[in-house]
């Protein structure tokens, strides 16, 4: 059979934007968007359509809904609404006959069938029930999918461990500082480069050096190194930490985000993505100074994501500032 031009982008023929990758599975920007969003996800393995898919291909096709959902929270359209759609055969005007799925969000995209210029005549009840039942499939294949995946996404919150820092134990995380004595609140302390609220830094910018520490006096605050320590921290307590340094801060939102607009320093390692950026993290992030994270606040566990495989590898303290990107923005 001759190729489809989705084997010939996978093959890197053909260039497309590439949005996700894995061994098994290829999301690109679709070249004619119907939508402000509009990613194709496309299952490597050649299958014809839906009407190919045998029962082998259960857990990939399950697995491209996890890719699905991810991405669209990378491009900030979950909570907004998208959809995820697959044509099959002429009538559906499926034109690529190698099976790929069409998530479409970013703006409303109308009732199912809009867009499309015949009428349909079958019951509305009739469709409610197969849209229905497809996505209670696609549903069970995901949950399969990722219970049997070693790298699994949590699902709920209270998968993790939610532990604030109480803030007669705070000095004791902080480095110590030079100029200032033991008595004064850390919070006085900033420096004009690490709480500078930089919304500009560009993406891939590496963070500046912490602030180095000169030396200090018996009394001042020690750093303690307290690998597997994860604990959430006010905005207060987040800017106690970057006054004092030496620190390494991280932003688990998605790359479009960040690259929107960042506190200073941060270096973005996506949440969605934590496992498979273990590699990455290793080299970047280091051991000597406490870990500060943060993604969108309110329900974004993106930053707790980040922190559980931190935590695996001996990395901590760690300090999660909840408020995130929207109590910063709106406290500058
Ligand atoms: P279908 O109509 O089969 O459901 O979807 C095929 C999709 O592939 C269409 O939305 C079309 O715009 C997209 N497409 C076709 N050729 C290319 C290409 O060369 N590159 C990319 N990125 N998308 C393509």
């Avoid at 905005?235 to 998605?254: H, N, S, T, V």
Wanted: charged fraction near 20%; aromatic fraction near 8%.
């Amino acid at each position: 059979m001759a190729q489809t031009i989705f084997e010939r982008i996978i093959q890197r023929e053909i260039p497309a934007t590439i949005e996700y990758e894995d061994d098994e599975i290829i999301a690109i920007r679709d070249i004619a968007p119907s939508a402000q969003v509009h990613v194709l996800i496309i299952p490597k393995r050649v299958i014809a359509s839906v009407d190919a898919v045998t029962g082998p291909d259960a857990e990939l096709i399950g697995k491209v809904f996890i890719v699905a959902r991810d991405l669209a929270r990378k491009f900030g359209i979950d909570a907004s609404g998208y959809r995820v759609v697959t044509n099959t055969n002429a009538d559906a005007g499926q034109t690529v006959p190698h099976i790929h799925f069409h998530l479409l969000g970013g703006e409303p995209l109308g009732r199912m069938n809009s867009g499309t210029e015949r009428s349909h005549t079958a019951p509305k009840s009739g469709i409610v029930r197969d849209a229905g039942l497809i996505v209670a499939c696609a549903l069970g294949l995901a949950i399969t999918f990722n219970a049997m995946n070693p790298k699994s996404i949590p699902w709920i919150k209270k998968d993790y461990e939610r532990i604030t820092l109480d803030s007669s134990e705070i000095n004791k995380y902080l480095a110590p500082t030079p100029q200032t004595p033991t008595t004064a609140p850390a919070q006085t302390l900033p420096s004009a480069e690490q709480t500078a609220p930089a919304t500009t830094q560009p993406v891939g910018q590496t963070p500046q050096p912490a602030q180095q520490v000169q030396q200090s006096t018996p009394e001042q605050p020690k750093f303690v190194p307290a690998p597997g320590i994860v604990r959430e921290i006010t905005y207060a307590q987040f800017k106690a930490f970057l006054a004092a340094g030496p620190y390494y801060l991280i932003d688990a939102r998605g790359a479009e985000k960040y690259a929107e607009g960042h506190i200073a320093n941060a270096v973005n390692f996506y949440g969605g993505e934590a496992e498979a950026r273990i590699p990455d993290m290793l080299q970047s992030v280091p051991k000597d100074r406490v870990i500060l994270i943060y993604c969108d606040g309110g329900e974004c566990e993106l930053s707790h994501h980040v922190a559980d495989v931190l935590k695996r590898f001996a990395y901590g303290p760690i300090f999660i500032y909840t408020g995130g990107w929207a109590e910063w923005t709106t406290k500058k």
